[in-house]
């Protein structure tokens, strides 16, 4: 009970921390940071060293996969960026054979206190972010940590002993209980540590050792591959990737393997016992063989692997919403084109709230509402942060700065909306449930869409036509929320007193967003003129 | 969806009947515009058969009232059920156009 008890404590520790992670690198990724990072792995061998410096920090491949899946969804770095990295991480840990001699748990209990405290601490407030950041690694870290911790003590145990000593003679049952150990442990290092355990005791040969030290790397894989099963797009990319890595190392050498003992051709084996006496020593050689050798067969396929990646997994909408089209690096030494360039990517936040409402309609995928304001929420960041960068660091005219404010305004409505589509799409979810309430919620998609899809020709022409239109739509006598609203709270209206509650807040928030409609529209007129 | 058209007095009138949405608003829009470039200036559009509307039908009517304005025409709306009418409603299309309860009514005026 306490071992169950404690994988699901660990999971569940796991998942907020990477939710963690990943909702404050995003608040993180600024220009800047982002710049850095793609200075730091700008060509593939600069990526290798980074991956390396990951795994000897972490010691666990799983770990640090998902920090690099944070980094790729908060629009850290791209595919590209991390496919090096990936194998860099891999080789290196293929050379470090741990015995676990220092032991990062207590730095990470230290990080998560320190990390605590800051990030509740109201005077603290400008650390909140990096703090936020820490508190996700150090959760991620301690769930892990709780998980191996639950069933450490099953590899001591009589049984499990008793299974090993059962793989005695089969290569391949050796492989698989290499891999399934591996998989429940997490950590493919441990179950090596624990195989050099073995054949210096006595209990495997260096043969047998070969195949659990492949199957519990192939394992580590495998659990990295069920974890990223849900995810889409880049995501899936690097996971994949991770994944085929090892068992690529797999479909080299077990073969061969095989070939070496039956068929007495010399090679993995041989080399390992030619290198040192120690048995111990060869099986970390053959460790390191196999976590180097598809490295060096992937490096040289580096575009051609990250072209396939993106065939069999395109990048999602989301992620592509995500990302600024029209901002980049330099946009920001020429103030004014940088201010058309906030433009653009601001229609497209726009033409993102009528995807977030289609996703509400009868038929629709209200789950989607999230990964759509996920992108929205990153690319605001940049968004708002080339607006700040513009305004801090460059001396600019007055009709510069009566724009850029003006740009600044309109990303406050934005986000404003944004957020209120997502209160909105919970009512409406609730309020579906009821005939009346599903009529309020169809004409409501329906009403708003109309008046968003108006606000994008203004966006678009800024005619006086258009913005004349929004205005009757969006203006307090022409919002007719306010009579639909009276009609399903009268008593006729057959709705009960939870229904009455939660239409009258959907009914508020159609409110919010029709005026913020309205006021955007001037933005964009004030903006032409 | 289908469109019954008739002329009553110069005016066309459009009666709708079943769905104005995102799969019906192209064939409408393209019936509109080619009345209109064939020189019809008054319209009266009849909703009472009309079961749903949705942004993308609202837009036909924003489009073919934009391009009426152009040649100094005129749309106007009648006999639109609760459903409709709340959708109308909520997208401030009531101020837009002028709405009747009914053909008699809309074409009284005209």
């Known amino acids: 009970m306490l071992v169950a008890a404690s994988l699901v404590a660990g999971l569940g520790l796991f998942f907020v921390g990477l939710y963690f992670l990943t909702e404050h690198l995003k608040m993180l990724s600024g220009r800047r940071l982002r710049a850095r990072i793609a200075a730091w792995t700008k060509n593939p061998f600069m990526g290798v060293l980074w991956g390396g410096v990951f795994i000897a920090v972490t010691q666990s491949t799983a770990a640090t996969m998902f920090i690099l899946i944070s980094m790729l969804r908060s629009g850290m770095m791209g595919v590209r960026q991390a496919l090096p990295i990936i194998i860099g991480l891999n080789i290196i840990a293929g050379a470090i054979v741990l015995v676990l001699v220092i032991d990062i748990k207590v730095a990470v209990l230290f990080l998560l206190g320190i990390a605590g405290i800051v990030f509740t601490n109201d005077r603290a407030r400008a650390f909140r972010t990096i703090a936020g950041t820490l508190l996700g690694i150090s959760m991620l870290f301690l769930g892990l940590s709780t998980m191996k911790e639950a069933v450490a003590p099953l590899a001591q145990t009589e049984w499990f002993e008793e299974l090993l000593r059962w793989t005695q003679g089969s290569y391949l049952l050796g492989f698989a209980i290499g891999a399934a150990m591996s998989f429940v442990v997490q950590s493919s290092l441990a179950i090596v540590v624990l195989t050099i355990a073995f054949q210096t005791a006595g209990l495997f040969s260096l043969a047998e050792s070969i195949m659990v030290v492949y199957g519990a790397n192939v394992g580590s894989s495998l659990l990295t591959f069920v974890l990223c099963s849900k995810m889409t797009g880049q995501s899936k990319q690097i996971a994949m990737y991770q994944t085929a890595y090892n068992i690529i190392g797999a479909i080299i050498l077990v073969p061969a393997f095989y070939l070496e003992i039956y068929g007495n051709v010399p090679l993995i084996k041989t080399f390992a016992e030619g290198i040192t006496k120690s048995g111990g020593g060869q099986i970390a050689t053959v460790n390191l063989i196999f976590n180097a050798l598809p490295g060096i067969a992937l490096f040289v396929v580096l575009r051609p692997c990250a072209n396939l990646l993106e065939r069999l997994w395109p990048e999602s909408l989301e992620e592509q919403a995500s990302k600024p089209k029209y901002i980049h690096e330099r946009a920001t030494e020429d103030p004014d084109s940088a201010l058309d360039l906030v433009e653009l990517e601001q229609m497209r936040l726009l033409e993102s709230l009528s995807t977030c409402l289609d996703t509400q309609r009868q038929g629709g995928n209200p789950s989607r509402l999230s990964a759509n304001q996920d992108a929205s929420k990153v690319l605001g960041g940049i968004i708002r942060e080339t607006i700040s960068e513009l305004s801090t660091r460059r001396k600019l005219t007055e009709d510069t700065y009566e724009r850029l404010d003006r740009l600044l305004s309109l990303q406050h409505s934005l986000e404003a909306a944004d957020q209120a589509i997502a209160s909105l799409s919970k009512e409406f979810q609730a309020l579906r449930k009821a005939q009346h309430g599903a009529r309020f919620v169809d004409s409501s998609i329906e009403g708003l869409d109309a008046i968003v899809l108006t606000l994008i020709d203004v966006s678009k022409e800024r005619s006086a036509e258009d913005a004349v239109l929004l205005s009757a739509m969006t203006s307090e006598d022409g919002n007719g929320i306010k009579s639909v609203r009276s009609a399903y709270l009268s008593e006729e209206s057959g709705l009960d007193d939870t229904e009455r509650m939660r239409l009258l807040a959907a009914a508020n928030l159609c409110e919010r967003l029709i005026w913020l409609f309205g006021n955007m529209g001037r933005d964009y007129m004030a903006l032409k003129a | ?110």
Do not use: H, W
Not at chain 2, 67 to 95: A, P
């Open chain 2, 1 to 110: 969806m289908q469109i019954l058209i008739k002329k009553t007095n110069e005016v066309t009138v459009l009666a709708f009947e079943g769905r104005l949405d995102t799969q019906t608003s192209p064939d409408a829009q393209q019936q509109l515009t080619r009345l209109i470039e064939a020189g019809e200036k008054r319209f009266i559009v009849d909703f009472e058969k009309l079961d749903y509307i949705s942004s993308a039908g609202l837009r036909v009517l924003l489009v073919a009232a934009k391009q009426l304005k152009g040649i100094d025409g005129e749309l106007r709306i009648c006999s639109l059920n609760e459903v409709v009418g709340e959708v109308f409603d909520i997208s401030g299309f009531t101020t837009i156009f002028k709405i009747f309860g009914s053909e008699p009514e809309a074409l009284d005026g005209f």
